[in-house]
């Protein structure tokens, strides 16, 4: 008997689809070699493997409990099953944390990795399909956080306009997914979205060097990154870094890129890695190995000398539990990190106890909303002006504008560190994808990320138009 006989076990079924013809099969989740993979077989096209977690953390621990919840109002019916019919429809298990407003399908790059497929010349919605859009979701289980995205949304000239009057409309929290091109070019750019209300910015960062930029995104970048992190920051928007992890590419900078975001912790709230799938375009054909969220806890410890530990991250509270994981540093003056202990203070994650499903998007909106804020923002709540950027030392304070200061200093220096996978025609799972809250507006349907963007070997969608 083979040792990789022996060691094999099936662990639970799920349900996927053929990655060449999208038809949906069962799929296993197996045990083996010390890694967790799914496997299943399309009729027509063969046999399918892909690696879906490492062996540095035990599969079957990492899950938690999680009460399903209907989708409010939900656009689709169940005629064909998951994945055929979002909308959402009503066997979705997850309301709408964050909902992705796609504004552009233009850009000012053309990477050899994009999910979007984004740089073609295709006309741009017109800003009152986008306002009847915000205005559905507010039907739908909303107010909601919204992402701009795209393309490139910054390529759009009324972006400003589109922030002020979505959030007129009740939307409390409005990020941007960048590049971050134009706020380094633009030095008024930064504060004229400001000014609109725009809470954060999620910049591309994918490494701290330009080796890494000329394979991932075809040029040299990094500089302008630097640029663009610092207009925010005079303009008091909270920066996000968001690397695409691709294995042997940038996944050595993981701790470079952790390092860069505590240099930068007055400006950078967060660093929300996301692992590559292979949706869109990409540059060869899906490995079946992969690096998986187990891999980057894995990473994360290692090349933070310790620092930052497996133990300090839990799964995400209101999505599936394989689709992410988070935990969230106060940063010392030395550089210092202090990991929050008490997940369920500070993040919408695994508190013992298991709230409905309904609470934890609410909880995960706030979350996001408070984490990845702009300090500017709070100040504009307190009840003075500081003029201060930073209040050195301890934490000692009387009257109102120190305490003022004081609470600043707190969100300043606070760093939250999360992770998405998302999943592709190989590793998509039924399971994780109707528990999925963060859905693409289109038109009034709202539509799990990882279903809109799914694409199969030669380029063939579900959703994506
Ligand atoms: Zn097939």
Known sequence: MSGIKCDRQVLSKTGSVCPVCLRKIDAFRVAEGGRVWLEKTCAEHGDFRVEI??????????????????PVNPAAAVERGCPYDCGLCPDHRQHSCCVLLEVTDRCNLRCPICF?????????????????????????????????SGGEPTVRGDLPEIIARGKAMGHPFFQLNTNGLRLAQEPAYARALADAGLD??????????????RRIRGRDLMSQK??????CQEAGIGVVLVPT???????????GMIDFAIDHITAVRGIHFQPMAYMGRYPEGAPERRFTLSHLLYEIEKQTDGKMKMSHFSPGGAENAYCSFSSSYFVGEDGSLRAKTDPASCSCGCGSSVPVAADRARQARAYVANAWRGAGKLRKISSEKIKSPLLQGSARFSGTESLDRFLDNCHRRQLAVSAMAF????????????????????????????AFNLSSQDGKTLYRP
Not at 200 to 213: N, W
């Open 53 to 70: 977690w490492g062996g540095h953390v035990p599969y079957q621990e990492w899950n938690r409990p999680k009460k399903p919840s209907s």
């Open 116 to 148: 979007a497929s984004s740089g073609d010349a295709a006309a741009d919605p017109p800003i009152c399909d986008l306002m009847d859009t915000l205005a559905d979701l507010l039907t739908r289980g909303g107010p909601v956080n919204i992402q701009l």
């Open 200 to 213: 954060c910015v999620f910049l591309q960062f994918d490494g701290v060097s330009d080796d890494v930029y």
């Open 245 to 255: 992890l691709c294995a042997g590419v940038n996944t050595g900078e993981i701790g």
């Open 423 to 450: 999943m592709d025609a190989w590793n998509l799972d039924l399971d994780r994808l109707r528990d999925c809250y963060i859905h693409v507006a289109e038109g009034r349907r709202l539509i799990p990320f990882c």
């Open 226 to 231: 630097v640029t663009a992190i610092e207009h």
